[in-house]
């Protein structure tokens, strides 16, 4: 026996839209599955990352001082800033060291320059366990929150030295991780035209700069004239690292 069955125009065209809505959907699925895939895959994973410079147009610029050691080159490049007004910079400072100089910590602070941490042991971090990385970064937050009275949230890691856990366990700690983009390689000692020609001949537009206050560093001194001078010739604004972070686009490397 057969069966003939009869659909109605309205139903005919009410199937024919549904498949269409299901045919559309497939294909849009299809073209965009890469997208997909990686917005999923950025949603539930993010590697961590250090700053090492800001993408900007304009002239902003970040002088940075790392200091663990010594006492007789702080003062007089502190002197040397504000005989030439710069007035932001941004200091990491080694707890020890701020625990045996609280008076050259203070000077940092009352010329209301930027203070960041820049650990406890001044030795390679990535050599040590979870733990031991957090007990470091942990003494290092409790003596400089407890001597400036404000918790610093930026940190540049003894000897620049880092890898994922370390990065992992800083940024879990509330901080960010500051490398630089400019070495003036002052703490090589290597002569003071050759500081001035590395900070300047690679100087940009939301740049980092690493130069040292440590004892260590003998021509830092010697060269910061010329550069503070050269760099405000050519348009630069001195400014802390947070300033030159906040708001604008970083540019930071995944660390795997």
């Keep these: 026996m057969k069966f003939i069955y009869v659909i109605s125009a309205k139903r005919l065209k009410q199937i024919l839209i549904i498949v269409a809505a299901i045919v559309l959907t497939a294909g849009i699925g299809y073209a965009e599955r890469d997208s997909i895939a990686a917005f999923a895959e950025g949603a539930s994973t993010q590697a961590p990352q250090a700053i090492y410079k800001v993408d900007t147009k304009e002239k902003k610029i970040a002088l940075t001082f790392d ?11 502190l002197d040397l800033l504000k005989e030439k007004k710069v007035n932001k910079a941004t200091f990491f400072l ?7 100089h609280p008076d050259i910590l203070k000077r940092i602070k009352e010329d209301g320059l930027e203070i960041g941490s820049h650990g406890h042991k001044h030795d390679n971090y ?23 009275g404000k918790k610093p949230t930026l940190i540049r890691m003894p000897n620049g030295d880092f890898d994922k856990r370390v990065l992992e366990i800083a940024n879990r700690m509330g901080y960010s991780v500051i490398q630089w983009d400019t070495d003036s ?6 002569g003071t035209d050759v500081i001035i020609n590395n900070v ?4 940009h ?7 040292h206050a440590s004892d260590s560093a ?4 010697l060269a910061l004239p010329a550069i503070i001078d050269q760099l405000r010739k050519d348009g630069y604004e001195f400014v802390t690292v947070s300033e030159l972070i906040s708001g604008t686009s970083v540019d930071s490397k995944e660390i795997h």
């Design 185 to 190: 390689k002052d703490w090589t000692n290597p």
């Design 218 to 221: 003998k021509d830092t001194l």
């Design 205 to 211: 537009p939301g740049d980092i700069v690493l130069m």
């Design 67 to 77: 200091i663990s050691w010594g006492e007789t080159r702080a003062l007089p490049i």
């Design 94 to 100: 080694s707890s020890p060291w701020s625990q045996r």
């Design 126 to 148: 990535t050599k040590y366990s979870d733990e031991e990385i957090r007990s470091q970064l942990a003494k290092a937050d409790s003596i400089l929150t407890e001597m400036t």
């Design 200 to 203: 300047l001949s690679k100087a």
